[in-house]
């Protein structure tokens, strides 16, 4: 009698058949992984996929991370003992976790593998591939600095994708895992393993999409990245914090206000030094509203009217023209709390703390983001943009500074064809914009390799990721142990 169907029956599969049950589950996942890199790689031969060089050092750490999951995997499901004397039960809970394990690593994977594939599809490439050349303009430009702190290296860009949510926002380290990777029953501690990837993520919202005037939101979710990667954080809160005398009776109070919310105000800050007046006029698009609104904090986010205002202090303490860049709104006609109306009152002391040294290096956010050099340049050239783009798309010779030029200018010719008479002027200005801003942003970038100065290591971390999944699964929901 054959051994294998003398041990099953009604009470469930024989030992060895349930793991090869398993077993054929971890190869449908390796053939899905290693197929799709091999996709990959074959299309970044065949200049199928633009950019090779700006996306290949985070798929190589995504392919070992998962590729590393998977051998752990393996060999874990070779150590589940299927001999005859075993009970039954025994071998099913251990290959139940093993498959729990592999359903979350194949969802780690097409996570990221749809960020990537984006770039193939027709209606979101050329948005993509435009919003590829502003972030790599603001990230390098930073890691281009002589005024970093000691010791700072360029690290992997944050991709960008096309999300259905509302407003841009970017996932890295002190984030909350999206919640595609995020259940609180199955994957508590999951969450804060992929925070230490470096494959820094940056959504955009579907408006973006055709629309290349938006992608000036870039320049602050990039900020989120440089605060993080040049280990500012903390230094930030401090020097925000010095704007409050300690002999003030209620300056501890007032430091936990704005910690709530000092990591977004560095990234409003960053935008202002990177694009100037563009970051304030596109923020106004997206907070105006009823002055009641305006003057709501969020949790992670002064009320609107505060940080614009407080942006437009900072451009003008940067050396921008600040003029009409609140475009009428009276932060005093606001409809604020007592502690709103605080914070507008103590905007110029934080922008002063905000904005001066960060260490004992001397490290700024000007220097940082090489300020001087953009006020220089970036006002008359996005206005020659601004007049040119309207009616034509060039090919210009890239460089790392000319995609923020050229969708501050973009953004300037949006707002003037949202001026003009009728809706048919409108959509035909609009539409030959979209089309001339897409095509000139994608040439508007340097020629070269584009990746980290310090290939990240990633090397345990697809190991520590299967480990991980394996303990979650013996202690999820319904299992006791």
């Not at 054959?2 to 469930?12: D, I, R």
């Not at 199928?48 to 985070?58: G, I, K, S, W």
């Not at 990230?139 to 702190?149: D, Q």
Request: hydrophobic share 45%; charged share 25%.
């Amino acid at each position: 009698m054959n051994p294998v169907s003398a041990v099953a029956g009604p009470a469930g599969l024989a030992t060895v058949v349930r793991r090869e049950q398993s077993e054929r589950e971890l190869r449908r996942v390796q053939t899905a992984v290693d197929g799709w890199f091999t996709e990959r790689r074959d299309a970044m031969d065949g200049d199928r996929f633009p950019f090779a060089d700006l996306h290949m050092t985070r798929l190589a750490a995504l392919e070992t991370v998962l590729h590393e999951a998977l051998d752990a995997l393996a060999s874990a499901l070779v150590e589940v003992r299927v001999d005859p004397g075993r009970d039954r039960a025994a071998v099913y809970r251990d290959c139940q976790d093993i498959d729990f394990a592999l359903v979350w690593v194949y969802r780690v994977f097409t996570y990221y593998r749809d960020k990537f594939d984006q770039r193939d599809d027709p209606a979101l490439c050329s948005t993509l591939l435009a919003a590829d050349e502003v972030v790599w303009s603001c990230y390098k430009w930073v890691f281009g600095s002589t005024a970093l702190p000691p010791g700072s290296e360029i690290g992997p860009a944050p991709l960008a994708y096309i999300d259905s949510q509302y407003s841009p926002a970017t996932w890295e380290t002190a984030k909350g895992a999206p919640s595609a990777l995020r259940d609180a029953s199955d994957v508590r501690g999951l969450e804060r393993f992929l925070e230490t990837l470096p494959i820094p993520l940056l959504r955009l919202p579907p408006w973006s999409v055709d629309a290349p005037w938006w992608l000036v939101f870039i320049a602050h979710e990039v900020g989120h990245n440089i605060q993080r990667e040049l280990g500012l954080i903390e230094p930030f809160r401090t020097a925000v914090a010095r704007a409050w005398s300690d002999a003030a009776d209620d300056a501890n109070d007032r430091r936990d206000r704005w910690s709530a919310w000092d990591v977004e105000v560095f990234a409003d800050l960053s935008a202002v030094a990177l694009i100037g007046p563009w970051a304030i006029r596109g923020l106004r698009e997206i907070v105006l509203g009823p002055a009641q609104d305006m003057a709501l904090p969020a949790e992670t986010y002064p009320a609107p009217i505060v940080r614009l205002r407080l942006m437009a202090g900072a451009l003008d303490e940067l050396g921008f023209d600040a003029t009409g860049v609140l475009a009428g709104l009276d932060p005093g006609a606001s409809t604020a709390s007592d502690d709103v109306e605080r914070d507008l009152d103590e905007v110029d002391d934080i922008v002063r703390q905000a904005l001066g040294p960060l260490d004992e290096a001397g490290t700024t956010l000007a220097g940082i983001c090489r300020t001087p050099e953009v006020t220089g340049v970036l006002p008359s050239a996005a206005q020659k943009w601004a007049e040119s783009l309207p009616s034509v798309a060039t090919s210009p010779i890239g460089n790392v500074p000319l995609p923020r030029q050229v969708v501050c200018g973009t953004f300037s010719a949006w707002e003037q064809a949202t001026i003009m008479a009728t809706e048919a002027q409108r959509t035909s200005a609009l539409d030959q914009l979209s089309r001339n801003g897409m095509e000139t942003l994608r040439a508007s970038g340097p020629v070269g390799k584009r990746a980290p100065s310090v290939e990240p290591s990633v090397e345990g971390h697809g190991t520590s990721l299967a480990m991980t999944l394996l303990e979650l699964g013996r202690t999820r929901p319904g299992v006791r142990r």
